[in-house]
């Protein structure tokens, strides 16, 4: 079994809208497919997975440094032990060779695209859905059925009031939605605070509304929207300031009785013992969100996992940022806390097939091998030119 | 005044020799242009610079993500106040639109060499060296005439024996330097105190050699070198381990008694106020290490420097990683410690041109407008290629 030939396609993320710090029209997000001489009903048996969302697609990356380095080395040192198919740890091992320690950015989701890919084709060559291959893997023998799944949304639009916001999360409802996160930072704090009433309204209860300030916020800032966010005892604050200061986290943590979520952007497993041992995060209550396709794929996630658990957290607190079907396939394996939706935005990659939602606040994935993505109504045709 | 064109050109770097952690054979740099309508002695000015050593080129960012939004930006928006130039700041904020925080990886570098080639082009706009440019722009008044410069060498090359290292020391001493640094981690401990210790017999003295391990130790082997290096009282001890461990470089800094070194695979300002913040950096001894073209330019280098100064650091203890012409540059502008060369490796960027090295450790910018590499014989080649 070998791998036949690598391939990208860099997908424009549909959406006009902003968070406090930027704007996702540009943006963009890398499929990748990892093509075998394993032929199955006429076709080859191809992985593919992608980079998650909210940065950008790394084709340059992928095809300068990673997919030679891969296509350079014998089948044999990538397969699992018993051939069943390829162990994700030695291809990170392998296309990481040569590069240095620190520096984890773009490298990350190029990387992160790619390991996902494996784990795609490993689950596609057993015939089983992804989640069960993780869970194998890692040892998980209590897989649940569903997972809690909430909306995120709430983005800043050019022209959109606070009607926009309420039309908005009354649609997410509509889709069995329960539990929701809306933007803040990208208005005034008054502003932000109406914003959040009148999501609270909709949702019945400030404990199904979490808050995202998307790491803009200086020190001061934050303690001002800490302060102001603490009487509605929210799901959780998300990102107060910038994701490397950890300073900025612990402060918020001792000001703020609520949860804090926070990790979408470290991306190694260092980074994210910085986290644990500066960021003052509470075993708790608080939240950890690193995604597995912008941090080098499973393999790095499962070891940020490890990291957070030796400090005494509970991966039931763990809310992976991006909401796709590949980190549903990621929560259900690792028995993780829950998932994000992105029901309106971000196609073609946000959001679940049909039949995952189960219409009361929870997920399941669907049973076709693999993460399902080719279930995705958005996403098939992409997939389908990749492999054309 | 406005930018015609942005080019790239991937250049392999030189060299088949190992760090503890990585071989540089596959690694390479982006050499890359602005060209503006100005035009002189009849051919466009350009600003021409790279993205440092060690790591790799960029080209696919460039191209894919940095180039258009400069291309897009109207050039009234990217000029200095006076006109007289192109102001650095805001062709980095302009370039790191809509980019989320964190993740500080290839994009600093290939926003780097970007911002970079924008110093090349104002120096030659004004018709004068860059550390010029550099001194006045950041208000130095006291600009020296040469920098202490040393040499980095002692790779691990695939056959090469301890007579190899002495013979590569000698080569540089007859070049006039008289510092020097070697490579550990990539050989057992006794056999890296028996290279160290070569390596003194020929420096005539301790304080002259400084040992590099590239973040590769993990906390207890950095310890046992540490015990290990003290007794020498070596110039410094660089990386001892992964460049974002702190706490282990904090353990360090109070395990071992002389100067520690670390800096260069951080590559933002916050990055390096948690090096600060929780790193143990001693202000009478520990020396910096940041690479303004790893490191988004000039511009994100100042702000570094401004957290270094804030905490009580002095930037004489700054030695910038890059031993090239651009650096040469950064540090006479900007009144730091020292710079690195490596003579004998990393063409064709690594070293300087003719005229540089005044044959007793120091060494001096050319007069040439811009950062001179066009005066560097390997160099100008490349650089001709990418301007035809």
């Known amino acids: 079994m070998k791998i036949v030939e ?8 549909q959406g006009n809208i902003s968070n406090a710090l930027v704007n996702f029209s540009s943006h963009s997000v890398s499929l990748i497919a990892v093509i075998t001489d394993v032929v199955r009903n006429g076709q080859p048996v191809s992985g593919i997975a992608f ?37 994700p740890a030695k291809v990170l091992a392998l296309v990481m060779a040569n590069e240095k320690p620190g520096g984890h950015g773009d490298r990350a989701a190029a990387v992160g695209g790619l390991e996902l890919a494996f784990w795609d084709l490993n689950s596609k060559l057993a015939g089983e859905p992804a989640y069960r291959q993780i869970a194998a893997s890692y040892g998980n023998n209590t897989v649940g059925e569903t997972v809690p799944v909430y909306a995120a949304g709430g983005y800043y639009h050019p022209q959109k009031r606070l009607n926009g916001l309420v039309d908005e999360l009354k649609g997410y409802q509509d889709l069995g939605f329960q539990d929701f996160k809306i933007k803040i930072g990208g208005a005034s704090l008054s502003e932000d605070i109406k914003r959040l009433e009148a999501a609270i309204k909709i949702a019945g209860s400030s404990h199904r509304i979490a808050v995202d300030a998307n790491g803009r916020f200086d020190l001061e800032t934050a303690q001002n929207y800490a302060r102001e966010l603490a009487e509605y005892e929210l799901r959780w604050f998300e990102e107060p ?7 900025l986290n612990r402060h918020i943590s ?4 609520g949860p804090i979520a926070t990790g979408e952007n470290l991306f190694s497993t260092v980074d994210t013992l910085n986290l644990v041992r500066y960021g003052g995060m509470r075993t708790d209550k608080d939240i950890f969100q690193m995604d597995p396709g912008l941090s080098y794929g499973l393999t790095e996630f499962a070891r940020m996992l490890g990291v957070i658990e030796t400090a005494g957290h509970s991966r039931s607190f763990v809310y992976p940022h991006g909401g796709h079907m590949i980190n549903l396939h990621v929560v259900l394996g690792l028995g993780l806390g829950g998932c994000e939706a992105y029901p309106g935005v971000f196609q073609p990659f946000g959001g ?13 994935a669907i049973e076709a091998p693999g993460f399902g993505l080719e279930a995705k109504p958005g996403l098939k045709p992409w997939i389908d030119r990749l492999l054309a």
Chains 1, 2 share one sequence.
């Open 6 to 13: 690598l391939r990208e396609c860099t997908v424009p993320l």
């Open 51 to 87: 980079n998650s969302i909210g940065r950008f697609a790394q084709g340059g990356l992928l095809r300068e440094r990673f997919f030679p380095r891969l296509m350079a080395a014998p089948a044999e040192t990538l397969l699992k032990t018993d051939s069943s198919g390829f162990d």
């Open 241 to 247: 300031g910038d994701p490397l200061d950890f300073e």
């Open 254 to 257: 001792k000001a703020y009785v």
């Open 352 to 364: 679940y097939a049909s039949g995952c939602l189960d219409g009361q606040g929870r997920a399941r």
